[in-house]
């Protein structure tokens, strides 16, 4: 059987063959007839590819679009529901498959060397060049936009993972303070059952199971062990008694849930903290994005810090567009958009309504509010204080992430799975992979 890689290898080599054929044809045809042939008209509409669904997601892309049409261009919006882009991965894939890929796509992380590697990305070194990118952007978001010395991405901004949300009004209610160690953590979720409250909103979908376990990592040992997991995928490392440790008070954190776990949309999870029917949660900050736009301003109905043991550290998930080559055809208007999107004004106020925060290392954290302006402060720090998230595909490839994720969502689900075996599980796992990547 032919699977999807090889099919989309097939149509990227059959492309780059036929290009040069059909343009030959072209100059052929005119030289011969001495007929006018204009050069293809630039496509000024881009159909832009992303996951962006919920109210605050909309606002930011409705934002871009209003920017996109300044410049004379058309947004054509195909958002597709799904947390965390698992829906809208699909899509794009088929719709390469059937030679249909979008002008513009969300991709991120590890995805975006995936398609590159294919070679379907367009190279935006001219706007990277002429924007100066190369000193303008964090480190860390310009080794994100390159493959093999080339930028092939844009970035939008800078999601903080390791984001606790809190009720602020509860807290004060019930004199309660913030928690900064995991000891903290646990008297309180104590508290406020004691008090009849749920202690935290969350969502049983693997994707944001995993990001609390990716959390705990990170709060248990920092972003080095994180990296050993989740980025070199060390065997080894996955019998370290921090990794027990972190899968204990995962289960532990369960009795802190409503019963069952049920599997929610992030939204669902942010609406539950909203209407005070749970103290916390633990989400990235495109959640206080959400909150806004529904009317909660941050730092009055509620707060973020950081999940306890993580202060100093920005576990992160980067918003990046890509662009398809296809015929050429809107390389143009691609390269408008590419550069619009990294403008001080753009990143600056797209950021705000999507809960992220700027690429740009001049922005001014002044004009931030609290959240952003601890998130963007923490980023800067510098790659020793920074874990690319798993979950948001900033540590590993698509498939390492699919089934590393699938371990963690197991264990939780199923309360007789033990440490051990999960230990075991995801070792298996690693090394299958280091082979594979060896190859
Ligand atoms: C992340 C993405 C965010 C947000 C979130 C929830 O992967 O970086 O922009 O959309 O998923 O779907």
Known sequence: MISPIENLTAIRISRELLQPVFLGVIIFFCSMTNSFCAVPAQDSTLQVLHWWTSASERKAASYLAARVADEGLLWRDVGIPGGAGIGAGKVLKSRVLASDAPEVTQIIGASIGEWAELGFLLEL???????????????????????????VAAPLG??????????????????????????ELVLLAAKLKAAGVIPLAQSSEPWQLATLFENLILAESGPEYHRELFVKQNAQAVFDHRFIQALERFRLMKNWM???????????????????????????????????????????????????????YHLYSVDTFSMFTNDYSH??????????????????????????????RDADPAKMDSCARASWIAFAQGASMQAPSLVHRMATDESSRDAIIAVIHKYFIDDSVTPAETQKRLAA???????????
């Open 125 to 151: 070194d001219k706007v990277a060049r002429t924007n100066k990118w190369n000193t303008a952007f964090f480190p860390t978001i310009q080794n994100l936009i390159q493959y093999r010395q080339h930028v």
């Open 158 to 183: 800078i999601h903080r993972i390791n984001t606790l949300f809190y009720n602020r009004k509860l807290f004060a209610t019930l004199k309660l303070s913030l928690p900064e160690t995991w000891d």
């Open 258 to 312: 409503s019963h069952p776990v049920d599997e929610r949309p992030w939204t669902e999870v942010v609406r539950q903290f909203s209407r005070h029917e749970a103290a916390m949660t633990i989400m990235g900050d495109w959640a206080k994005g959400e909150l806004n736009e529904w009317g909660y301003a941050t730092d009055d109905e509620f707060s973020c810090t950081s999940m306890p043991g993580t202060g100093k």
């Open 331 to 360: 390389v143009a208007a691609q390269e408008k958009l590419a550069k619009l999107v990294a403008t001080p004004s753009v990143q600056a106020e797209y950021n705000a309504i999507k809960g992220s925060v700027s690429v740009l």
């Open 429 to 439: 796992i690693f090394r299958t992979l280091n082979l594979n990547n060896r190859k």
